[in-house]
């Protein structure tokens, strides 16, 4: 019985040193020390180990339940990032709230569906009109959008009343496509910052919002790609596996690139409420999103419920799709749409200029 505790106690304290450097991606960049980056993919694995580790020792009767304990308890903040209760889904009464902006980010992968389906474009950009019709958001913040073959997408939304639309690419008719943003509300100010980010200015009864909709590189998986996730899941790195994970350090770095060419200087240049908002390619935990964390609020964490994963491509399933927004603004609520019309899940927010 001694030499299983003696076990136990060992892997125990791999565990909790494990956990604790996956928590720490957001402390150093990923270009000065990679490894902690990528530890923090297996943030959710360690603590789940970690608390199945107090289990065992308090049916054991020890007190080295406190070793994981302790660790978890240091660094709890990271579970909010992942999991909140308390929050709200429905959006408030506009009567009530006359200053409340309600925004969907959606990446809508080209209306290919979640199987790459081109050729059921028109029938999910047609499912897709309806979620808008019923949502109702004053702000859409679109990602991969592309008009389907035959619907006409955009002269639909305009109909609808997004009748100011900007795209970060604009094809020889004038329509947008990429990284774009259809508002109800007036457009004062447009920048393209690069070929997947835009920056427009709103207004709101007369005061200024603006909207930072962006897309992160992506890791560009393929089927082989996803294969060797799975087999990395079940504990089978093979050598194979070097080629997907030389693309998560690839995706990383260039985040780290982005964020500091690209994002960090609208971001601390902002002198109005702003919102950024958009598919991140990067879980809660990285050095990305603990720079935006540290800069902005998060609306998940502020009125959002459960997990809410919102990549929809199968395993793994993170909540890469995201809405931050600045002081002079507060999110009133927070919903993930169950919409499988993409790999990804729409977000829908509703925010409110405060005094």
């Not at 660094?75 to 909140?84: A, P």
């Not at 596996?241 to 260039?254: D, F």
């Not at 780290?256 to 598919?279: C, F, H, K, M, N």
Request: charged share 20%; glycine share 6%.
């Amino acid at each position: 019985m001694k030499f299983i505790r003696s076990i136990l106690l060992i892997l125990n304290i791999l565990l909790a040193v494990g956990l604790l450097l996956s928590t720490l991606a957001g402390s150093v960049s990923p270009s000065r020390f990679m490894p902690l980056s990528l530890a923090a993919y297996l943030y959710l694995p360690l603590l789940g180990a970690n608390l199945l580790m107090v289990v065992v020792w308090l049916l054991m009767g020890r007190w080295e339940f406190l070793l994981s304990v302790a660790v978890i308890a240091l660094r709890w903040s990271m579970v909010g990032m992942y999991f909140q209760v308390g929050g709200t889904s429905k959006v408030p009464d506009r009567e009530e709230h006359p200053m409340m902006v309600t925004l969907m980010t959606y990446n809508v992968h080209q209306f290919q569906g979640r199987d790459d389906q081109p050729a059921q474009s028109d029938t999910h950009a047609a499912v897709f009109l309806d979620l808008v019709r019923r949502q109702q958001p004053d702000v859409l913040c679109l990602q991969e959008y592309a008009a389907p073959k035959t619907l006409r997408v955009t002269d639909s939304l305009v109909l609808m009343g997004y009748n100011h639309y900007y795209g970060a690419h604009t094809s020889t008719t004038g329509l947008p496509y990429g990284t774009v943003v259809f508002s109800r509300l007036p457009v004062t100010y447009v920048t393209r910052i690069d070929s997947e980010k835009i920056l427009v200015e709103l207004l709101k009864e007369s005061r200024p919002l603006r909207v930072c909709c962006i897309h992160m590189d992506s890791y560009r998986f393929d089927a082989t790609d996803r294969e060797e996730i799975e087999r990395m899941r079940r504990g089978e790195v093979q050598e194979s596996s070097r080629r997907t994970l030389g693309k998560v350090r690839e995706t990383i770095l260039s985040h780290e690139t982005e964020w500091v060419q690209r994002i960090e200087p609208v971001v601390s240049g902002s002198s109005v409420p702003l919102v950024v908002a958009g598919d991140l390619n990067d879980i809660p935990n990285s050095w990305l999103s603990c720079r935006l964390s540290e800069c902005l609020k998060d609306s998940f964490r502020e009125k959002g419920s459960g997990f809410s994963d919102t990549y929809n491509g199968g395993f793994p399933q993170f909540r890469i799709d995201a809405v931050f927004h600045s002081e002079g603004l507060q999110t009133l609520s927070y919903k993930r749409l169950r919409v499988d019309l993409s790999d990804h899940y729409p977000v829908m927010t509703a925010l409110e200029l405060v005094p």
